[in-house]
C-alpha cells in the first residue's frame, strides 16, 4: 500500500519529458495569423453587424450552426450568434408593441 502512495506521488510531481505548453497560447504548430486585420472573420462580421443591419451576424450564426469553424475563429462566430438571437428578440418585441398602433392606421388608409 505504502508503494502505490509513493509511485502515485512521484509521478503526479513528476513532469518528465513533456514539453510545457503556454496557456494563452494556440496549439503548437498553430502560428499562421487570423484573416480580417489578425482578428478573426467571426469579430469581422459582429462589427460589422453593427453597421450593416445584423445581416452579417446572421450569416455568422449560420456559419456556425452548418459549417466547420476553426478553433481560434470560434468565439467571434458564438458572439454574432448571440447578438442574432438578441437582435431577433429585440425585433419581435418591438414589433409586438408596435402592431396595436400600427392596425388602426393600415386599416384607414384602405379604408376599411
Not at 22 to 28: C, K, V, W
Not at 39 to 46: A, E, L, N, Q, S
Not at 70 to 99: M, Q
Amino acid at each position: 500500500m505504502g508503494n502505490k502512495e509513493s509511485r502515485h506521488r512521484r509521478h503526479a510531481h513528476d513532469d518528465g519529458d513533456r514539453e510545457r505548453q503556454p496557456l494563452l497560447g494556440g496549439a503548437p504548430g498553430d502560428d499562421r495569423p487570423l484573416p480580417c486585420c489578425g482578428c478573426g472573420t467571426g469579430w469581422c462580421m459582429f462589427m460589422s453587424g453593427f453597421f450593416l443591419v445584423t445581416i452579417p451576424w446572421y450569416i455568422a450564426a449560420f456559419i456556425l450552426i452548418c459549417g466547420r469553424v476553426g478553433r481560434r475563429e470560434k468565439p467571434g462566430y458564438i458572439a454574432c450568434t448571440i447578438a442574432a438571437v438578441a437582435a431577433t428578440a429585440a425585433l419581435i418585441y418591438g414589433l409586438y408593441r408596435l402592431l396595436p398602433h400600427l392596425i388602426p392606421l393600415i386599416m384607414s388608409l384602405f379604408g376599411i
